[in-house]
């Protein structure tokens, strides 16, 4: 038996006394039973344990008086797994079988009241993949009680997370445990993706996936700007780094954007792991991306050419008869001036730093 869903049996089956499990319209109970009646096991089985592998577990009780104390009366535990007091049941099983052991718990009422129960753990090869999604969770926590998504007989099409939320707060037919304190807690984001489901929204739903790969370098000292880009999800996208190299000193990505700009002050390489969400509270991508950031190309030095290449007509270039000119001027000269015409191998960007130098 599925190991989740075998547990949420026994919470239905609890459930069944009070509330009518699973059934068409059954009023808004608790659950939980008052302290006055007698304390019981609520496990009726436990979940499947896979081989070298973490376990984690918990023995439930109702009834009596809380603190609950938990221990073993006869039988041995999987080797590598543990029983606390309190009841919580892990550790990594080392050894494949089936172990049987009668668990006791005693409440804290005077005098004590106590149950016990027999219940066994497999060690088993098999690996338990949790869901990720929206139907998972809700076959995994409410399909028992509600009857399997998309069927004829399954409750609350329209059921919002508030409304879930409340069920769950008011310990409606047992959905206590699934709340904050319970055995399954369910996150805002995990509930909201199951009433996705429930409406029938998540099927048509894809994750988002960068379109963005690469970028292209950067240059110290220059302004850079580039627009990260995703597709699918459902917006708005919300964009960050999560974990890798930090984004590059004077850069910058807005969140809301995507947009990566400002003006690089250091050359290096970074590694970072950009992160996209989206409006779906479970998504969330990353894609690494290497931003190299050049050191500034060193130009051609203006005054060091005036002096190589005018200076002995023009004159030093602090008192140059030539100051002032541009740098289509310069090349006008070059061009139509006799003496200047050796000058025509200067390339555009030595004439623009001859020119700046002249300024
Ligand atoms: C242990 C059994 C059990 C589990 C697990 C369970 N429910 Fe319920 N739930 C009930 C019962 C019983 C009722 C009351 C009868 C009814 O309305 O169907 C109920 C009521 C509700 C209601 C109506 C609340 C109201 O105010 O009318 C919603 C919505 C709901 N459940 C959604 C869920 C969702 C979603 C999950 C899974 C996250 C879930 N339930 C898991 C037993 C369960
Ligand atoms: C071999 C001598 C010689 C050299 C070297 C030379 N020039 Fe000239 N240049 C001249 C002469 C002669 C003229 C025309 C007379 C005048 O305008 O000074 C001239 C004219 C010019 C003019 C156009 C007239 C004006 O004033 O706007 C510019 C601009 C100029 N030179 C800039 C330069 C620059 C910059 C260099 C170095 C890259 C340079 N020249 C190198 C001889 C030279």
């Known amino acids: 038996m599925h190991k989740v869903l075998a ?6 089956l609890t459930a069944l006394n009070i509330a009518g499990c699973g059934s068409d319209g059954g009023s808004a109970t608790t659950g939980n039973s008052a302290a006055a009646s007698a304390v019981v096991v609520k496990n009726s089985s436990l979940p499947v344990g896979t081989n070298g592998t973490a376990y984690k ?19 041995s535990l999987p080797p590598g797994i543990v029983l606390t007091a309190d009841g919580n049941l892990y550790g990594t099983p080392t050894t494949l079988g089936t172990f049987n052991v009668v668990y006791k718990v005693t409440d804290s009422s005077s005098p004590a009241q106590s149950d016990q129960k027999p219940l066994e753990i497999n060690v088993s090869t098999l690996t338990f993949t949790p869901p990720t999604a929206g139907a998972g969770f809700y076959a995994e926590f409410c399909s028992f009680c509600h009857l399997d998504l998309g069927s004829s007989g399954q409750q609350h099409k329209d059921a919002t997370l508030a409304q879930v939320k409340a069920a769950i707060a008011a310990d409606t037919g047992g959905m206590g445990e699934l709340g904050a304190g319970g055995l399954f807690p369910l996150s805002d984001a995990q509930l909201t993706s199951i009433t996705a489901a429930i409406a029938g929204t998540a099927s048509t739903y894809i994750a988002p996936s960068f379109t963005t790969t690469s970028l292209p370098v950067a240059v110290a000292g220059t302004p850079y700007s580039q627009t990260l880009t995703a597709k699918d999800g459902t917006l708005p996208y919300v964009w960050a780094t999560m974990g890798g190299d930090p984004i590059p000193a004077g850069l910058s990505l807005n969140a809301a954007t995507g947009v990566l700009s400002g003006t690089p002050t250091t050359a290096g390489t970074a590694n970072v792991i950009f992160m996209l969400t989206d409006a779906n509270p479970s998504t969330m991508v990353h894609q690494p991306i290497t931003i190299t950031v050049n050191a500034a190309a060193a130009g051609p030095d203006g005054a060091a050419l005036y002096a190589s290449k005018c200076a002995s007509c023009h004159g030093a270039l602090a008192t140059s008869a030539k100051k002032g000119r541009t740098a289509a001027q310069i090349q006008a000269a070059i061009g139509g001036v006799g003496s200047m015409s050796s000058l025509s191998t200067l390339s555009a960007a030595q004439v623009q730093a001859i020119a700046t130098a002249l300024q």
Request: with cysteine; charged share 5%; proline share 4%.
């Open 7 to 12: 547990v949420i049996m026994v919470l239905c």
């Open 57 to 75: 577990t918990f023995l439930g009780a109702s009834g009596g008086k809380a603190p609950y104390i938990w221990s073993i009366v006869t039988g």
